[in-house]
């Protein structure tokens, strides 16, 4: 069986009734053999002392045949008792493999999820009494879909085992080990309450081990470990909430960078608990249009005149008021419904945009989740067909750090976007890689230098030399450039000083809602030549279209 399929467990119980019912009684053979016994010994008695007396009776040979048959029944009755003693024997051991097999994992012959349970519920038990504690660490491979992927399903399962019997190797000899099904793994055992560096002693030793290679067949396999440990302490009741805390702190483990062990603490969880709030909060806010796009300016620095509008997504939320992206992106983009919020907000601004001064364009931020869509250039196509706005009024704003991660599929996305006349800015430059080779590998039409460097290029001279390095860089490569987090005019000035660039930040404006950005351009007669009759009529037909089209 390999790691990819479901394990068909044996029920425990059900095979260990299903023996016993077929084993033979040995009641039935004691009670005939006690039966024969008795009758032996009181025809025996009779027949016996009569010959000895010699007062013999007729009747007595009679009684003799009946005591050669009840020897005989006796001997069969010894020999039947015999038999079943041996089959009893053979059953018994059958029922102790029936019941390994049910509670052990057949590739690595760890105890599988059910057994880890029983098992820990005893030591708990057994700690308790003793006055100690007991840890338990969930562990997960951290690169195991990829190697899996690349090496095939056997060099896995070969993996599997030899990490099993790295973690039996480096855990206690009491330890309860169990995999609990494709490459995660728990461990359970018991620690002195007063001295829990026992337990980060064992899971450093653990996480080093599993990242030294590994020698699978011919070749050799490098992955490491991310571990989560919860522990007892007389308060947690079962044994489902231990796991799930490990299992809390081995996600966490995860997000801090892999490859480490992490204890689970009480926040972990009202993380947890608000991260699911905010998944089903967006669900249900989705469909009630409560994802809305904010727009901020975008200013060229030289003329003062603007350029167009960053795009960035707001939750209008029923209760809570303006929600910003950084509490529902992430979210969005771990629960797969990024694409869906942003389809929402790019819709709403481009229906809004296309009447507007025809020199204004929108920007709009695509996240690390969906450059691995590879249908991401297509919907957008789309979006931008079913919309009527113009492909070259819409800019890309992608991270770099987003863009390396997925080279491939990015490459693909932005030469289609690019086909199509869509423009691609570089967004957060100066925060990842800032590689050049990268920077000339793809065709980009403009740097935006992260905010971070901007508000505080007055008083870190390395911020400063930094704009003013990537700002050399653009004008080598003929990229222009725009500064992010403009927040006072200081700012704006000693940009001015370093080289025309567009810019944006709190000096300009604030991102700020429909209703404020056509006031806005109403005000500088860019909003365009419809009446907002003409523009109803126009959202009408519009609406209309889509129908059609859906
Ligand atoms: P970002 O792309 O770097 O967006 C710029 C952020 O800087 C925005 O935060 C903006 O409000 C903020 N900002 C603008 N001017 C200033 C300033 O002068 N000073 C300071 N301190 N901050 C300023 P926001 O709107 O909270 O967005 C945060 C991030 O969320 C964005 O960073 C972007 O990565 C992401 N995001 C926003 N909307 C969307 C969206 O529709 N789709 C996706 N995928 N990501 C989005
Ligand atoms: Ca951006
Ligand atoms: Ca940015």
């Not at 919020?341 to 009447?355: G, H, I, K, N, P």
């Not at 492909?391 to 080279?407: C, G, K, Q, S, Y």
């Not at 403009?486 to 991102?511: A, S, T």
Request: glycine share 6%.
């Amino acid at each position: 069986m390999t790691q990819g399929e479901f394990q068909v467990e044996l029920d425990e119980d059900e095979a260990v009734k299903a023996l016993a019912e077929q084993t033979p009684r040995p009641v039935i053979t004691i009670a005939i053999g006690l039966m024969a016994i008795s009758m032996f010994a009181a025809i025996g008695g009779v027949v016996i002392a009569n010959i000895l007396n010699g007062t013999a009776t007729e009747r007595d040979p009679i009684l003799a045949i009946a005591l050669l048959l009840n020897i005989a029944l006796i001997l069969i009755g010894w020999r039947h008792h015999k038999e079943v003693t041996r089959e009893l024997a053979s059953h018994s051991e059958a029922a102790k493999r029936a019941r390994a097999l049910a509670s052990r994992d057949p590739l690595t012959g760890f105890y599988n999820r059910r057994a880890l349970n029983r098992e820990i519920q005893g030591a708990l038990a057994k700690a308790d009494q003793r006055q100690r504690a007991v840890a338990l660490f969930v562990i997960d491979l951290d690169s195991f879909k990829f190697i899996n992927d690349l090496n095939g399903h056997h060099i896995g399962d070969l993996l599997l085992k030899s990490v099993a019997s790295r973690i039996a190797d480096a855990m206690p000899n009491s330890a309860i080990n169990a995999r609990l099904g494709g490459d995660e793994f728990a461990t359970a055992f018991e620690f002195d309450l007063n001295d829990p560096s026992e337990v980060d002693d064992v899971a450093e030793m653990l996480i080093e081990r599993l990242s030294q290679p590994f020698a699978v067949e011919d070749q050799t396999v490098q992955t490491s470990a991310s571990l989560g440990i919860s522990r007892s302490d007389g308060q947690v009741e079962s044994v489902e909430t231990l796991l799930r805390r490990a299992d809390i702190a081995m996600y966490a483990a995860k997000k801090q960078g892999k490859n480490r062990a992490v204890w689970f603490d009480g926040s972990m969880e009202r993380i947890l608990e608000t991260r699911n709030r905010i998944e089903t909060g967006i669900r249900n806010g989705l469909p009630n249009g409560e994802f809305v796009p904010y727009y901020e300016k975008q200013i060229d620095m030289l003329t003062g005149q603007l350029r167009g509008f960053e795009v960035l997504a707001r939750w209008e939320h029923p209760t809570r008021g303006t929600i910003m992206p950084d509490e529902f992106i992430s979210v969005a983009e771990e629960c797969g419904l990024i694409t869906e919020l942003s389809e929402t907000v790019m819709r709403q601004a481009f229906l809004e945009a296309r009447e507007w001064d025809s020199s204004l364009t929108l920007s709009i931020n695509i996240s690390p989740a969906q450059l691995k869509d590879t249908w991401l250039a297509q919907k957008i196509i789309k979006l931008l067909t079913e919309t009527n706005f113009p492909p070259h009024r819409l800019e890309i704003e992608i991270t770099e750090t987003a863009l390396f991660d997925n080279m491939g599929v990015a490459q693909a996305i932005i030469s289609s976007l690019k086909n199509q006349g869509v423009k691609i800015a570089l967004d957060d430059f100066g925060t990842g890689y800032s590689s050049l080779s990268h920077l000339r590998a793809l065709p980009f039409d403009r740097i935006k230098i992260d905010r971070s460097f901007i508000s505080s290029i007055n008083e870190d001279g390395e911020s400063e030399a930094i704009v003013d390095a990537i700002t050399r860089l653009g004008e080598s490569l003929n990229l222009p450039i725009t500064a992010e987090g403009v927040e006072n005019d200081k700012i704006e000035r000693r940009l001015k000083k370093i080289g025309p660039m567009h810019g944006q930040g709190w000096y300009f404006g604030e991102p700020m809602p429909i209703g404020e950005a056509r006031e806005l351009l109403a005000g500088m007669d860019l909003l365009g030549s419809m009446t907002p009759e003409e523009r109803a009529e126009q959202a009408l037909r519009d609406l209309q279209k889509l129908r059609r089209s859906a």
